[in-house]
């Protein structure tokens, strides 16, 4: 069976959900260490464009977005379910965390205190750097202000502490879903800067439940460098099977561009080889990468005609 390569950083909220889901299914995978703001050079040869983290590779298919990585790992180990058939609001909740939650936590998190605690003592020109790169990756998003966010926040805590206390031990009951992970990783973030995690401790469900998420782990990982998993990409002989399905108003073999809707909305051009409700799968040559299929989630992104 191919290897499960995460190209990610270790700050990363997004990345932080994937490696947690990897320690829930025990799946063994091997660690890409990859910058946290552009270029991304090797990141980009594998996505042609896309640049959030994390990715997933399995050989010459390249995932990219968690909601759609977190299906992949559970077809890998689909025993623990991160889908039950008793949640069925699991995936929509899991979509809320992903917007509106991690935009009101990352706001908190990243007051002056919390920067501090989640960067550490950078020189003033690559926190100038990380800080460009975010307002170039959010494009005309707005960010909430930290008034806006803290509000927001505390509803959101207030909800998902409620939720808790009514049903626990996990948001949908007696097992974990992919709710838990994409609200847990929001709140990792918050831990992480330190000085500013005081918030958490007014809402008393949430911190044994983050205990009972975080206690997950990782799983075992092994490192590898990134022109190693450049060359498993060209090395590879095959790519997971995709098919355009009819009426969904794309033909096999189409020239398209896929891009996120909300930040990090560079497109990504490309052959349309795969099309369903729930992904896009493009296919792109790239000198060093070779013939890569870029897999999308539908949820989040939008997909047009290449005209160019």
């Given amino acids: ?49 896309y640049r959030k983290t994390p990715v997933l590779q399995v050989g010459a298919d390249v995932y990219c977005d968690t909601a759609l990585i977190a299906r992949v790992l559970d077809a890998r180990q689909p025993d623990p379910t991160l889908y039950p058939a008793s949640a069925p609001l699991a995936v929509p909740l899991g979509q809320w965390a992903d917007n509106s939650l991690f935009a009101a936590a990352v706001s908190w998190a990243m007051q002056p205190a919390g920067v501090a605690a989640i960067l550490g003592e950078l020189p ?55 709710a838990d992970l994409c609200v847990g990783h929001c709140l990792w973030f918050i831990r992480l800067a330190r000085p500013v995690a005081y918030l958490l401790d007014d809402y008393p469900p949430i911190g044994p439940w983050l205990d009972r998420l ?51 909305v560079d497109p990504v051009a490309g052959i349309l080889v795969g099309l369903s409700l729930n992904e896009a799968v493009l296919r792109r040559t ?23």
């Fill in 1 to 49: 069976m191919r290897e499960l390569i995460l190209h990610h950083y270790p700050m990363s909220p997004f990345a932080e959900k994937v490696r947690l889901i990897l320690g829930y299914k025990q799946l063994p995978w091997r660690s890409v260490l990859i910058p946290p703001v552009m270029p991304k050079p090797d990141v980009v040869a594998l996505t042609g464009g």
């Fill in 214 to 264: 975080f206690a997950f782990g990782h799983a075992t990982s092994t490192s590898m460098d990134s022109g190693e998993a450049l060359a498993v990409a060209a090395a590879a002989l095959a790519h997971a099977p995709a098919t355009v399905a009819p009426g969904l108003g794309f033909e096999a073999g189409q020239a398209v561009t896929v891009a996120a809707t909300d930040y990090g």
């Fill in 124 to 178: 003033p020109d690559v926190l100038k750097a990380f800080a460009a790169d975010r307002a170039a990756m959010r494009a005309n998003a707005p960010r909430p202000t930290l008034a806006d966010a803290t509000a927001q926040l505390k509803q959101h805590l207030t909800a998902i502490a409620a939720q808790l206390q009514r049903g626990g031990p996990w948001l949908f009951g007696a097992a974990p879903s992919i």
């Fill in 286 to 308: 790239d000198a060093r990468a070779g013939t890569v299929h870029v897999h999308f989630p539908r949820c989040g992104f939008q997909i047009k005609a290449d005209k160019t």
